[in-house]
């Protein structure tokens, strides 16, 4: 098993930050994106192993900037979120943030006070299960280090990262913390992640993956092609309600969540020999199992079933639901560029309100 994330990748550089509190103008900038499961969500919260995929288009970035003090000694740190249409920016002031602020103090040892606006651009929308929140903390986190001259290694991110998520989602995987950071296929287990070297459009085509002693390995790529096309239903999901309505089940059937996972677990283990060995009609078979599992515990929608069925019959090779369900986006899997047009097409008409491609493998230029 790897590192959880590339501990180069996440590495504050920027000016000192150790000057008065009148000083102005100081910006660090952090950056992430947005990612989509493709098999084990909601099973990897008992353990299960679960795969996601990065959606590189969908970007995080934010700038921390330093401000003046106010005079009662209080630190003074304000989010705020601006987006694609968005005529002004919103003010942010969730848990998950407060939360962020007072552990990285705590971590990183800056001493005296915080005193920052951070203006967060975030093209992902929320409640789709497209990992919204933890990219934004995860781009607030990397600001603060760049702003305050703090070098952060893999781990140290993703603990912040995660804490900010636990605080958002009540019981949060890990997955969204890592795989928001991460330029290439992720198999996540138990809060460590393995990069799978798969071509995609944030790697270049290439992958040479960091080992945990911070060599590079040498470079291997699998030959898996494909095209994953996502579909956003044009409901919002809400993780923490899907997370309880789950864990209620189990609570009164402890049974079907050992069967659950159970079946989970093989699926996704199966589906990432899939990837290893470049099969992807199989690997389209395992999503729409797992869908079907999905909807069986009830986390699915009519109207995400309808997008299911929909891609299928216009010749994906699996569908599933993606995220944390009750609502959000769907995934399927197109063998080749052409068919995912057509399958973007039809997830359209039958009323998809926004879609996103991600290539895989040798169709990596054909990603938009």
């Keep these: 098993m790897m590192a959880p994330t590339n501990s180069g990748a996440f590495t504050g550089q920027g000016r000192s930050a150790s000057g008065s509190d009148g000083d102005r103008g100081w910006l660090g900038v952090g950056r992430a994106h947005g990612k989509a499961i493709l098999l084990g969500e909601h099973a990897v919260v008992y353990g299960a192993p679960a795969l996601a995929i990065p959606v590189p288009q969908l970007t995080v970035t934010a700038n921390a900037t330093r401000v003046l003090c106010p005079g009662d000694g209080a630190d003074r740190v304000s989010f705020a979120m601006t987006g694609p249409g968005s005529a002004s920016a919103t003010t942010l002031a969730t848990d998950g943030l407060r939360r962020l602020v007072a552990d990285f103090k705590d971590m990183t040892g800056v001493s005296g006070r915080m005193c920052v606006d951070v203006l967060i651009d975030c093209t992902i929308p929320q409640g789709r299960g497209l990992g919204s929140s933890a990219a934004c903390a995860r781009a607030a986190v990397l600001a603060f280090a760049e702003l305050f001259d703090r070098r952060l290694d893999a781990k140290a991110v993703f603990d912040l990262v995660q804490a900010s998520e636990n605080d958002a989602h009540g019981r949060a995987s890990g997955i969204d913390a890592l795989a928001t950071g991460s330029a290439s296929p992720i198999l996540f287990r138990s809060g460590t992640a393995r990069e799978l070297p798969i071509a ?88 729409t199992e797992n869908h079907r599992l999905l909807r069986e515990v009830g986390l699915s929608t009519d109207r995400i079933d309808a997008l299911v069925d929909t891609a299928l019959a216009a010749g994906s090779l699996g569908a599933k639901i993606s995220g944390g369900g009750l609502g959000g986006c769907m995934i399927a899997l197109a063998g080749e560029p ?31």
């Design 200 to 287: 995609m459009p944030g790697n270049g085509g290439r992958h040479s993956p960091e080992r945990s002693d911070g060599h590079t390995a040498a470079s291997r790529t699998f030959g898996f092609d494909g095209v994953f096309v996502i579909a956003d239903s044009g409901v919002s999901g809400c993780t923490k309600d899907a997370v309880d309505l789950l864990r209620r089940q189990f609570e009164r059937n402890p049974e079907a969540q050992t069967e659950f996972v159970g079946r989970v677990s093989r699926l996704t283990n199966a589906a990432t020999l899939d990837l290893v060995r470049g099969r992807p009609g199989d690997f389209g078979t395992r999503l």
């Design 338 to 368: 052409r068919t995912a047009e057509a399958v973007v097409r039809r997830l359209h008409a039958a009323g998809a309100v926004r879609t996103w491609v991600v290539a895989a493998g040798r169709f990596t230029r054909h990603a938009n």
